[in-house]
């Protein structure tokens, strides 16, 4: 039972452009969201969060954005950079319970060609 | 530096041996969880601490054991009975549970 999916496994954008990774979820409990970055063969590095009560929030380049009703939130980045190429993982939690749960979607490649 | 160490970074270990995963922090996080990563299935949770001498399994917990003896420390052993323990395991802690989790670099286990 997968409860966080990101339904596309890569993305390819032009550098400059604007990069948008989705991500839906199927657990109405979650109320924390939280976006990764990983490198190969590295671990994953923390982006930018969201909790329920808001519906975007922004850190530089990176904003993200949480539609409770469709249970889906994204990732957009601009301007998009090479450097930003990597696999984005899209995570969800109780922020509120105490099961300790990070739950992770299947992960998202992108590729930002210059 | 504050931050997660695992170690080793590579292992390989023949079939029917138990293997232990070595996870240390310092950044005094009360915390600490383990994932697996195989290809196309994301990160999966396999056990989690959130204080000393206290551990939950995750979603995935069978063929692995832990301990949290100290709070820096989280060793993960992958028993000979985890039917595919080839596969990246990631160590990660938080200040809390279920607030942002900072990784471990990785360890890449292969079983022969």
């Known amino acids: 039972d997968q409860q966080v999916k990101q339904n596309s496994p890569s993305l390819s954008v032009q550098e400059g452009r604007i990069s948008i990774l989705n991500c839906d979820y199927t657990n109405s409990m979650f109320d924390y969201f939280l976006w990764y970055k990983k490198y190969p063969a590295e671990g994953p590095t923390f982006l930018i969060s969201i909790s329920s009560i808001k519906d975007k929030n922004e850190d530089g380049r990176f904003t993200v954005f949480l539609n409770k009703s469709a249970k889906h939130l994204s990732l957009h980045i601009v301007p998009s950079q090479p450097g930003d190429s990597a696999v984005y993982f899209c995570a969800a939690s109780r922020g509120s319970s105490n099961t300790g749960k990070l739950i992770f979607g299947q992960g998202t490649t992108l590729q930002v060609k210059p | 530096d504050g931050g997660i160490t695992q170690s080793p970074k590579y292992l390989f270990r023949k079939e029917g041996q138990n293997v232990t995963l070595s996870c240390e922090q310092n950044?005094?996080?009360?915390?600490m969880y383990w994932y697996r990563q195989d290809p196309g299935q994301g990160l999966r949770l396999i056990y989690y601490?959130?204080?000393?001498?206290?551990?939950q399994k995750g979603d995935i917990a069978e063929g692995y054991s832990v301990s949290r003896e100290k709070k820096e420390s989280f060793p993960l052993t992958v028993t000979s009975a985890q039917k595919n323990p080839t596969a990246f395991y990631l160590c990660?802690?938080?200040?809390?549970?279920?607030?942002?989790?900072?990784f471990g670099q990785g360890t890449r286990l292969t079983v022969v």
């Open positions: 950044l005094n996080h009360d915390a």
């Open positions: 990660a802690s938080s200040p809390r549970l279920n607030t942002e989790a900072f």
């Open positions: 601490s959130q204080i000393v001498n206290d551990f």
